[in-house]
Structures are given as structure tokens and as C-alpha cells.
């Protein structure tokens, strides 16, 4: 399917793109990449654009002449700073699906895959796809959380309207892997204890008791499963989760397990650590006969030994929250 087709991915400097694009690669695409990141991040056999996605007319440059587009750019970070900064949030969010998904609409791109997330749901103890209209976003989740649920939004118009009914929905649960933000005022769990842990932070103090259970994947099972979605079900909407919840106690003691020198833990109740229980209902996903690959063990293992080794450019990430405005 992919053998010489034109493919664009938004944000494919990031963790889960540079696994999508080296996939497409190695399946035969030809890649471009729409990226805010320093050019020495993106796959050396890819085409690299470095734009701004809030600016239609680059959108435009970017969709122009391919056949397949998928959006991953979004606003990555913790919930501390989604709390904190809720429009570097919303804003941006907004402006990428907005105008990425127009472009590719006006350009006549064949297929789309649209990246949402697992903050589009409410709180409960299991996520199903068919369930998130019914419902608000948490509390925890909501400008990120409505955003993407706008770009949904924009999809179901565009079938309506113009019966363009190719583009996927995807929503990935708490996603991991190499090449992510790895700032530990912004980051998301797993980076941040990873980056606080091996630059040697004793004690290590992690906010709430542990006991808040998350679904994680890894980002090339993801970046796997897009794929799939794209090529036996466009237009079709799917979580993509483990399906099997992790306490966070549970991530700390394998961040542990892998270090030379133990550090002591401790618990700061005190503060927030979000919904309970986040896990999502991947049945859909199975039928297309998707499998997991990495298990999370190995997974957190691959991910601490590509930061000791990659030191020098894992701060070459663009950051909204520390830049004072987008290029």
C-alpha cells in the first residue's frame, strides 16, 4: 500500500512520528516530514519542512501533491502544565487540526489519519470509542480534551458534507518511547522519571501514592497499529492501548530495577496524581488483527538506554512552553 506513495506526517520529529516515519520508510513511502524541531532530529531519508502548522497557507505547501497524511503535531505535556498553561494547550491544538485537515481536504489527499487522544474521554474504569460523545472530558484533560475532540468534530462535518470519508481517528493511551519530551517540568510520566532517575535525583519524589493506573504502549506499537489502521480501515475511528492498566508504582519500580545506583523513593501525597484509573478497550483494534510487540519492561529499558546515549539531542526538541512564540 505504502510502496511509493507521497506521505506527509505532521510532527514527525517526535516519539511517536520518528517510529511512524522510519515504518514508512522502510515500507517503501516517500516521506515528508512538517516538523517545528531542529532538522537534525528527522529521518535522514525523509523530506523535511520546517513549518508552522497554525499557518494554513504552509499546511497547504506541505499536503500538496501527497496521497496520504498523517497528523500527529500536537501539544504534548503534563497535566501540571496543562493546568497551568491551558491555552498553549487549546490554541494550538485547535489551529494544527483545523487547518492540517483543510489542506489535506483542499489538496485531494486520498487517505488522512487524525492523532486524538485518550483526553477526549470521561472518567471510567475501561475507554470505548462509541462512548466519547455522551460524555465530557476529565477535568484532568479538558482544554486538550475538547480540543481533539474538535478535530473529531471536523471530520464527522467533512463526511457529511463533502462525503470525504477516509480520514481515521486514532486515540492513543499514555504513549512512550525514544524522542520524547524528556523535561521534567512538562513531561509526561514515564520521560520525566526516566530523565530525573538517571541524572541521578535522590530522593525521588513523585507526587501522589502510586496507585493511579495508566494504559501504556509503546510508541513504535503505536506508530505499528496508525499503519494498519490506515490500510484495512480508513475512515474508522480506534483506541490504541495496551488494553492492560499499569500503576504508576509499578513504573517506578521498573525505572528502578534498571539502575545502578538505587535511589530512595518517596511518596508526596500531598499532591495530585490524577484520575484512578485510565484503561482502554482495544477489541476494535484486535480484530484488525494487531498485536503488541514490546512489552512494558522492555520497553522502559529501550527508552533509558537511548537517553544515556542521546544526551546531545534530546534537548533539540521544539518546546511551546519555554519558547515565547512559535516560529
Not at 173 to 191: E, S
Not at 205 to 226: C, E, K, L, N, Q
Not at 302 to 321: A, D, G, P
Request: glycine content about 8%; overall charge neutral.
Amino acid at each position: 500500500m505504502y510502496q511509493n506513495k507521497k506521505v506527509v506526517v505532521t510532527g514527525g520529529t517526535g516519539m511517536i512520528g520518528r517510529y511512524l516515519v522510519e515504518l514508512l520508510v522502510q515500507a517503501g513511502a516517500r516521506v515528508r516530514i512538517a516538523s517545528l524541531d531542529d532538522p537534525t532530529r528527522a529521518h535522514p531519508e525523509a523530506e523535511f519542512y520546517q513549518v508552522n502548522l497554525t499557518r494554513f497557507e504552509e499546511c497547504l505547501k506541505v499536503c500538496d501533491g501527497a496521497d496520504y497524511v498523517f497528523h500527529l503535531a500536537g501539544i504534548k505535556g503534563s497535566p501540571l502544565m496543562a493546568s497551568k498553561k491551558p491555552a498553549s494547550f487549546f490554541v494550538p491544538l485547535i489551529s494544527f487540526n483545523t487547518n492540517v485537515l483543510e489542506a489535506a481536504r483542499q489538496c485531494s489527499v486520498e487517505r488522512c489519519l487524525y492523532t486524538s487522544s485518550v483526553g477526549v474521554y470521561s472518567p471510567a474504569p475501561v475507554f470505548y470509542e462509541d462512548d466519547v460523545w455522551t460524555t465530557f472530558p476529565s477535568q484532568n484533560d479538558r482544554f486538550a480534551g475538547w480540543a481533539k475532540r474538535m478535530g473529531e468534530l471536523q471530520i464527522e462535518a467533512y463526511k457529511i458534507e463533502y462525503g470525504w470519508d477516509k480520514v481515521s481517528i486514532v486515540r492513543p493511551a499514555n504513549v512512550y518511547g525514544v524522542y520524547d519530551n524528556f523535561d521534567p517540568h512538562n513531561a509526561m510520566v514515564i520521560p520525566s522519571l526516566i530523565k530525573r532517575a538517571l541524572d541521578g535525583e535522590n530522593p525521588l519524589t513523585i507526587w501522589g501514592d502510586g496507585s493511579p493506573i495508566r494504559d501504556f504502549i509503546h510508541g513504535r506499537d503505536v506508530a505499528r497499529a496508525m499503519m494498519l489502521v490506515m490500510e484495512k480501515a480508513p475512515g474508522g475511528c480506534f483506541n490504541l492501548g495496551s488494553g492492560e492498566g499499569v500503576s504508576i508504582k509499578k513504573i517506578v519500580e521498573i525505572i528502578v530495577q534498571n539502575l545502578k545506583h538505587k535511589p530512595k523513593i518517596v511518596w508526596d501525597t500531598s499532591k495530585p496524581s490524577g484520575d484512578k484509573i485510565r484503561v482502554m478497550d482495544t477489541s476494535r483494534l484486535k480484530v484488525l488483527g494487531f498485536k503488541l510487540e514490546t512489552s512494558i519492561e522492555q520497553g522502559i529499558q529501550e527508552v533509558m538506554s537511548w537517553y544515556k546515549e542521546n544526551l546531545s539531542i534530546v534537548s533539540k526538541r521544539y518546546n511551546v512552553f519555554t519558547s515565547e512564540k512559535l516560529m
